[in-house]
């Protein structure tokens, strides 16, 4: 998608207000150590609110929407979430530690792969990503 390589090339200024679809940076799987890897990426609202309300990918049997939890004794499990909301203009963050795309099944996936994935937004439609597989202690970086 247009909207996908054009990311790296205008700043959040530049295209603040450009209307239409998110924009989707930093997106990286950890490699699995079970038979599930985490998807974290950024996007920024392109005018309108939107909702990602699910994904997909060859290279896992499903993909699922989640959200890291910390229960009161301490205990740090995940829970299913319908949808996350992206603000208009406003960011989504998907990291360690918060939201994630859980690719279920995905025990194949190896750092160094590049995988294919749909994002399905409420409004803006199917939009797909190239993906890279890092080490999932590179998870955490960031571009900064
Ligand atoms: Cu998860």
Same mark, same amino acid.
Request: zero cysteines; glycine letters at 56%.
């Given at each position: 998608m247009p909207v996908v390589l054009l990311v790296g090339l205008c700043t959040l200024v530049a295209c603040? #207000? #450009? +209307? #239409?679809a998110p924009q989707v940076s930093d997106a990286r799987v950890g490699q @699995?150590? +079970? @038979?599930n890897a985490a998807m974290y990426f950024m996007t920024t609202g392109g005018g309108q609110a939107d909702r990602l309300v699910g994904a997909y990918t060859d290279a896992a049997d499903s993909v699922e929407l989640h959200e890291t939890t910390t229960s009161d004794t301490g205990t740090v499990g995940m829970q299913a979430v319908d949808a996350l909301d992206l603000p208009a203009d406003g960011t989504l963050v998907l990291e360690p530690g918060g939201y994630h795309l859980m690719l279920v099944g995905a025990d194949a996936v190896e750092v160094g792969d590049e995988i294919e994935v749909t994002l399905t937004w409420e409004v803006a439609g199917a939009m797909s990503l190239d993906v890279e597989v890092v080490d999932p202690s590179d998870t955490m970086g960031n571009d900064g």
């Open positions: 603040a #207000g #450009g +209307g #239409g @699995p150590t +079970g @038979p």
